[in-house]
Nanobody, 118 residues
Framework: QPQFVESGPGLAKPSQTLSLTCTVS??????????WRWLPQPPGKGLECMGA???????YYSTSLKSRTSISRGASKNQFTLQLSSVTPEDTAVYYC??????????WGQGTQVTVSS
């Protein structure tokens, strides 16, 4: 089973770009046939899916966040990243990275708290 570690700044100011990295232990983001996802959980709310990058490098984004979201492969084959531009306090959440297989089964990280505040 893979392990996930989300990393990045815990605080961002409005209008900045948030950059997070997910590091996967014991796996590669190019391994067939996995999808690698970013999911935020705002305070008091459930998980939301921002988007994913597939093993092939193809990306998929939530319609509501597509214009502000970029998911990419990281510098290492065991990393992938999230960039969310023009952040607002509504983007405050615990951000999780996860892997989904072709059967819909998921593995999750512990999440990292991101607070957007001036």
């Amino acid at each position: 089973q893979p392990q996930f570690v989300e990393s990045g700044p815990g605080l961002a100011k409005p209008s900045q770009t948030l950059s997070l990295t997910c590091t996967v232990s014991g796996g590669s983001i190019t391994t067939h046939y996995y999808y690698w996802r970013w999911l935020p959980q705002p305070p008091g709310k459930g998980l939301e899916c921002m988007g994913a990058i597939a093993y092939s490098g193809s990306t998929y984004y939530s319609t509501s966040l597509k214009s502000r979201t970029s998911i990419s492969r990281g510098a290492s084959k065991n990393q992938f990243t999230l960039q969310l531009s023009s952040v607002t306090p509504e983007d405050t959440a615990v951000y999780y990275c996860a892997r989904r297989d072709v059967l819909g089964l998921s593995s999750w990280g512990q999440g990292t708290q991101v607070t957007v505040s001036s």
